[in-house]
Antibody
Framework: EVQLVESGGGFIQPGGSLRLSCAAS????????MTWVRQAPGKGLEWVSS????????YYADSVKGRFTISRDNSKNTQYLQMNSLRAEDTAVYYC??????????WGKGTTVTVSS | QSALTQPASVSGSPGQSITISCTGT?????????VSWYQQHPGKAPKLMIY???NRPSGVSNRFSGSKSGNTASLTISGLQAEDEADYYC??????????FGGGTKLTVL
């Protein structure tokens, strides 16, 4: 069964750092690009970042560029999102998703990040 | 990276058809045939319903269809059913290898 499981969310103060993980199973991980999409409470979906299958290409939304870093370890079938200098507006459910050319065909259940003092 | 424009809400009765629009620009929707649509029920993860403007993934009902004209893409749901009640989001590939989502549309089945 194709599956994505996020972890690493939690409660963090503004200015703090957090690293999210997404463990993949049931498919050849290195053959697919991966992405992070977030959803603030009561709001819509927002694309955050994507990474190519090899990890050689990384892409970021303007809202997180310079603060977030996406990476992957194909030997562990896991992708990561390192989030630094967190702000209140980064509070959201963070979803990991598999990239199927130009759409997202498999999604995890999400992990919640709350940034508050 | 401005969000695509969707109506906040649409509604229809069981058996009817509805269409949700998704308006972008010549840098995203108008430039590429890479529009996708996602269904999200409350408290659940999004589900891919349409990819590359008009293609349905395996397992998605043929009551769902997609199209595009210029800078506007559309999702049509025919033969509305109660389980179609959900939020729907469009997404498009954009310049510089970025992606953009629409603001979302709440579908109510009356």
């Amino acid at each position: 069964e194709v599956q994505l499981v996020e972890s690493g969310g939690g409660f963090i103060q503004p200015g703090g750092s957090l690293r999210l993980s997404c463990a993949a199973s049931g498919f050849t991980f290195s053959s697919y690009g991966m992405t992070w999409v977030r959803q603030a409470p009561g709001k819509g979906l927002e694309w955050v970042s994507s990474i190519s299958g090899s990890g050689g290409g990384t892409y970021y939304a303007d809202s997180v560029k310079g603060r977030f870093t996406i990476s992957r370890d194909n030997s562990k079938n896991t992708q990561y999102l390192q989030m630094n200098s967190l702000r209140a507006e980064d509070t959201a459910v963070y979803y990991c998703a598999r990239v199927a050319t130009y759409s997202y065909d498999v999604w995890g259940k999400g992990t919640t990040v709350t940034v508050s003092s | 990276q401005s969000a695509l424009t969707q109506p906040a809400s649409v509604s229809g009765s069981p058996g009817q058809s509805i269409t949700i629009s998704c308006t972008g620009t010549s840098s995203d929707v108008g430039a590429y045939n890479y529009v996708s649509w996602y269904q999200q029920h409350p408290g659940k993860a999004p589900k891919l319903m349409i990819y590359d403007v008009s293609n349905r993934p395996s397992g998605v009902s043929n009551r769902f269809s997609g199209s595009k004209s210029g800078n506007t893409a559309s999702l049509t749901i025919s033969g509305l059913q109660a389980e179609d009640e959900a939020d729907y989001y469009c997404s498009s590939y954009s310049s510089s290898d970025t992606r953009v989502f629409g603001g979302g549309t709440k579908l109510t089945v009356l």
